[in-house]
């Protein structure tokens, strides 16, 4: 290496083009991830390795020093604001005109703006409303109605308001406790008949689906950010982030079992806003 | 060629003075242009991904060659990305070269960041070119965050959700802009067609402007230099651009190119096949966002469950880590230089740079807000400490929360303490020893003093209390280099008589690595 400074610049140049070559090969052959990205890595980086080592080893390395000079002399500063100023008296000249050209820029400016109107609906009551409706069957996410003794105590279940199965806004959670373990206000307790009792499965921190549930100690764990709701005192806060309790879902529970609202939900799913 | 383009457009003159240009040779000057190059690279792949990618959440059931999700529900647009990852030939190398590409941009530009704060780079006249440089850095978290949504798939499905909640929860405006920015109550069809726009169009232009902007003012202002024998405020040092700087420069990229290309080949990054498409019923635990929102995802999971009620409304609790401590947190950053130059009343130019222990202030508040950082990165997967560490997620939060704040306070101090240490040492023992050979063939130090450290030392008499203990230690340290440096002469000459019977014989135009 020594008596020869250019071999590993050759070698490296060499490695590039082996690689390249190789490169078209892989392809032509079908293609594979992980022999691809090896060869483009040795054809790149010997490549680069090259124009390094040449620089390093068989170039002159010298230092070049620059004066610095930003700012520039007084004169030049002064003959700058003249022109401005110049240029400006123009419009000092006409001010009436220039005012005009003031608020032509300005009405044009504000008639841009308007089409940002177009993005999105208005929030009206979107927020505040779900499909959810006295008598409405819950079904699950094929949207096939859900019997009340299809959930045993312990275990949980998913469902959406008929007809919009899978909506965002709509979901809840349906649970089984032991019946008369929920301590909730009368009214409250009149929606969850036999121990049955659900909730909006959308986070009321920042709208992630409430999707852990712990049985043994009857807490819903979001796994976004770990806010935890206790399921038998209404699902209010009981670690995490979240500050609001998880707005209960009234049900009744049909003559033919299936299980239906009584209404929408007790309060607006999901996250907190402005209006809310 | 050049008298054909001197007739036309008078580069000679240009290319005279430019081509001598100085550039610099410290490696720490190099994380910007990693990350230049990253932003390269990710327009190419990005390009090659934009001509498969279909921005569509029109529903399809999957018939391709994926067998787990084949029969499954999904949108076009998540489709999309599965066959580019299977079934179109160097698709799956593109896609992840262009992912790891990402996270290395905003890798290079936090640590780029993070040398020019702590050698003082930022001070006049470069506190333009520090706010474009924060500009780029926010850009490059926009960029980052649309594309990763792209996919559709379970995981930044979740994101988008998150980001849609904390817009959402802006004071006054939060429902309107949440419903515009969104194309009305999530999830919206409008949706992915937006995000692709924004990723594939505006963002990347903005950036693309931000960087001229950024290289123009560079080229401009010319390079800061670290202080040694040899270095001053009015001159700047370094290799010419023409050839060296720029065979340097583009080796530097390719090395880049073919680093990436090496994880993107062997290393998977977001295989979204195992999280599946996006439903808004269900969620993939544990869920982290990429590295770089780790800090805003771990103080929406810190923060306590406050929030404000008045006067019938409401500012719900993302509000303050999810906007608030971000735009904050911003504004401190764009507006540092200022602040620094308001706390220290020092309005001069520099071009020399600090070392951290030149402004322990400085370093102190910077190692403080870089650990708060890592911290809150650390409770981004509080989740997954948890379960490593066989902790409840609970009491990791709770722990958590204590060392975001006194860890920083802890941190902070020290650095500030051990950099004034260090500081304090070296103005008693002077800045650098320098050795010159005497006419005898023997040394003698000459101690360099310079003039703002002498400065410093009047206004801090305690310094100069301790300087007399410190000077034995100064000493020995000085013998111990005086010994280093007669061995290195030694060896010098040695190569020095080598080289010179090479040259006899061979005469090559070519200086080794050992001369420089």
């Not at chain 2, 050839?243 to 090395?255: D, E, H, T």
Request: glycine share 10%; proline share 7%.
């Amino acid at each position: 290496m020594r008596n020869r400074p250019e071999a590993p610049v050759a070698l490296a140049l060499i490695c590039t083009i082996l690689a390249g070559l190789g490169l078209a090969v892989v392809y032509w052959l079908g293609g594979q991830p992980q022999i691809e990205g090896a060869l483009l890595a040795v054809a790149l980086g010997g490549l680069g390795a090259a124009l390094i080592l040449w620089e390093r080893r068989l170039m002159p390395q010298e230092q070049v020093e620059e004066e610095r000079e930003i700012a520039s002399s007084a004169e030049e500063r002064a003959a700058a604001q003249a022109a401005l100023e110049r240029g400006g008296e123009e419009f000092g000249r006409r001010r009436f005109l220039a005012r005009l050209l003031g608020a032509a820029a300005a009405a044009l400016g504000l008639a841009a703006l308007f089409p940002i109107r177009s993005l999105g609906r208005a929030p009206g009551l979107s927020l505040f409303r779900t499909a959810w409706r006295p008598g409405t069957i819950a079904v699950d996410e094929n949207g096939v109605p859900v019997g009340a003794e299809q959930i045993a105590v312990g275990s949980v279940l998913t469902v959406f308001p008929q007809g919009h199965p899978g909506s965002a806004d709509g979901q809840a959670l349906l649970i089984r406790v032991e019946d008369g373990a929920l301590r909730l206000p009368p009214d409250r307790l009149a929606g969850a008949p036999e121990g049955l009792v659900a909730y909006s499965k959308v986070c009321t921190h920042a709208g992630c689906p409430v999707g852990l549930y712990r049985a043994q100690t009857h807490q819903l764990l979001c796994p976004c950010h770990q806010s935890t709701f206790d399921v038998l005192s209404g699902a209010q806060p009981t670690f995490g982030p979240a500050s609001r309790p998880l707005p209960q879902l009234p049900i009744e529970i049909g003559s033919d079992g299936l299980v239906r609202a009584r209404g929408d939900f007790t309060e607006p799913v999901g996250p907190g806003f402005w209006e809310l | 060629m050049v008298l054909w383009l001197d007739d036309r457009l008078g580069t000679a003159t240009f290319a005279r003075r430019s081509l001598r240009k100085a550039f610099p040779d410290h490696w720490s000057f190099m994380l910007g242009e990693i990350a230049l190059y990253c932003f390269v690279l990710l327009v190419l792949t990005g390009t090659f991904l934009a001509f498969f990618y279909v921005a569509s959440p029109r529903e399809v059931v999957y018939q391709g060659p994926y067998e787990p999700l084949r029969g499954a529900e999904m949108s076009a647009a998540y489709e999309s990305v599965l066959r580019l990852s299977f079934e179109v030939r160097a698709g799956l190398v593109m896609r992840q070269i262009h992912h790891w590409a990402s996270l290395l941009f905003l890798a290079a530009i936090t640590v780029h960041l993070l040398r020019i704060f702590f050698t003082g780079a930022f001070r006049r006249p470069r506190e333009i070119n520090w706010i474009v440089g924060v500009t780029l850095l926010l850009l490059g978290l926009a960029a980052g965050f649309t594309g990763y949504s792209l996919p559709d798939d379970l995981l930044s499905g979740t994101g988008v959700r998150i980001a849609y909640s904390i817009l959402l929860s802006v004071p006054l405006i939060g429902t309107w802009a949440a419903f515009l920015a969104f194309g009305g109550e999530f999830p919206s069809a409008e949706l992915l067609g937006r995000l692709y726009a924004m990723h594939i169009f505006l963002i990347p232009a903005a950036i693309g402007g931000a960087i001229a902007v950024h290289l123009a003012l560079i080229w401009h202002q010319k390079h800061t230099q670290f202080r040694a024998p040899g270095r001053r405020e009015e001159t700047v040092v370094g290799s010419p651009l023409w050839p060296n700087y720029s065979m340097k420069a583009v080796g530097l990229a390719l090395i880049v190119f073919g680093v990436l290309s090496l994880l993107g080949g062997l290393f998977q990054i977001n295989p979204v096949w195992t999280y599946g498409p996006f439903d808004p019923t269900t969620v993939s635990s544990p869920a982290q966002p990429d590295w770089y929102l780790g800090w805003i995802e771990g103080a929406l999971r810190l923060a306590p469950n406050w929030e404000i009620r008045t006067f019938g409304y409401r500012i719900p609790e993302p509000f303050f880590p999810g906007v608030l401590f971000p735009a904050l947190f911003f504004a401190g950053v764009y507006l540092w230089p200022f602040i620094e130059r308001r706390l220290t009343g020092d309005d001069h130019e520099h071009h020399l740079l600090d070392r951290p222990r030149d402004n322990p202030m400085r370093t102190g508040i910077g190692v403080a807000i870089l650990t708060f950082a890592i911290v809150l990165t650390l409770a981004g997967s509080n989740d997954v400490l948890g379960s490593f560490l066989r902790i409840p997620v609970e009491n990791v939060t709770r722990g958590l929360r204590v060392l975001v704040l006194v860890l920083p306070t802890l941190l902070g101090w020290v650095a500030y303490r051990v950099a004034g240490e260090l500081r304090g040492r070296e103005v008693s023992a002077g800045r650098y020893v320098v050795l010159t050979r005497t006419a005898d063939g023997g040394f003698a130090e000459v101690h360099e003093h310079p003039r703002r450290d002498v400065a410093r030392s009047e206004r801090e008499p305690e310094e100069a209390a301790r300087a007399e203990r410190r000077a034995g230690r100064a000493e020995r340290r000085a013998r111990r280099a005086l010994k280093r440096a007669e061995r290195f002469l030694r060896r010098a000459k040695r190569e020095e008589r080598r080289a010179a019977q090479e040259r006899d014989g061979t005469e090559r135009p070519w200086k080794g690595r050992g001369e420089r």
